[in-house]
T-cell receptor
Framework: DAKTTQPPSMDCAEGRAANLPCNHS???????VYWYRQIHSQGPQYIIH???NNETNEMASLIITEDRKSSTLILPHATLRDTAVYYC????????????FGGGTRVLVKP | GAGVSQSPSNKVTEKGKDVELRCDPI?????LYWYRQSLGQGLEFLIY????????KSGLPSDRFSAERTGGSVSTLTIQRTQQEDSAVYLC???????????????FGSGTRLTVV
């Protein structure tokens, strides 16, 4: 699976949008972009995933660049409960194998 | 059940003892994964089961670690002769299908916090 690069940490003001970048410059055509988050003392939680089109669900939006070498996870209105480590992962579509977690971005939402 | 269930939630054991950690995946999920997370670290893949296929054991750190999945459902991770460096949170996840893009990805349990003293 392709490697991803994320900033180690970022702060966000409560109520504002949080934009979390991820670089995956070596992504190949059959790899999806997945986002998970891990709130302290809990297991990781699925947020969203996409292949090449932008995606939106009740939790977040995922913007993937046209060349697919980077993506941005958008939390539209961050709350204190969104404080967590956010992981960007790329995964081969055809292989039923593991998710490889990197270091993620530690997001702190401040009041 | 509604989610992935792991037991026990906490386990303290003496160095050298064997431990068994249990994972009940979501009913109907064919893929099951074990990860571990040491304090302040990221998730480390251990083993993956998919249906009746041979498991992917490439992440098991030593031969003291083993896992089985009976009847395609419940899985048990066994650590023999535990060492202090085995102390970590052991997380189990399951998914409806192994192929990325289908379903909503993995569902993780809350983990078992193992402390070896």
């Amino acid at each position: 699976d392709a490697k991803t690069t994320q900033p180690p940490s970022m702060d966000c003001a409560e109520g504002r949008a949080a934009n979390l970048p991820c670089n995956h410059s070596t992504i190949s055509g059959n790899e999806y972009v997945y986002w998970y988050r891990q709130i302290h003392s809990q297991g990781p939680q699925y947020i969203i995933h996409g292949l090449k089109n932008n995606e939106t669900n009740e939790m977040a939006s995922l913007i993937i660049t046209e060349d697919r070498k980077s993506s941005t996870l958008i939390l539209p209105h961050a709350t204190l409960r969104d404080t967590a480590v956010y992981y960007c992962i790329v995964r081969v579509g055809a292989a039923g194998n593991k998710l490889t977690f990197g270091g993620g971005t530690r997001v702190l939402v401040k009041p | 059940g509604a989610g992935v269930s792991q037991s026990p939630s906490n386990k303290v054991t003496e160095k050298g003892k064997d431990v068994e950690l249990r994972c009940d995946p979501i009913s109907g999920h064919t893929a099951l994964y074990w990860y571990r997370q040491s304090l302040g670290q990221g998730l480390e893949f251990l083993i993956y089961f998919q249906g009746n296929s041979a498991p992917d054991k490439s992440g098991l750190p030593s031969d003291r670690f083993s896992a089985e999945r009976t009847g395609g459902s419940v899985s048990t991770l066994t650590i023999q002769r535990t060492q202090q460096e085995d102390s970590a949170v052991y997380l189990c996840a399951s998914s409806l299908a192994p192929r990325a893009g289908r379903g909503n990805g993995y569902t993780f349990g809350s983990g078992t916090r193992l402390t070896v003293v």
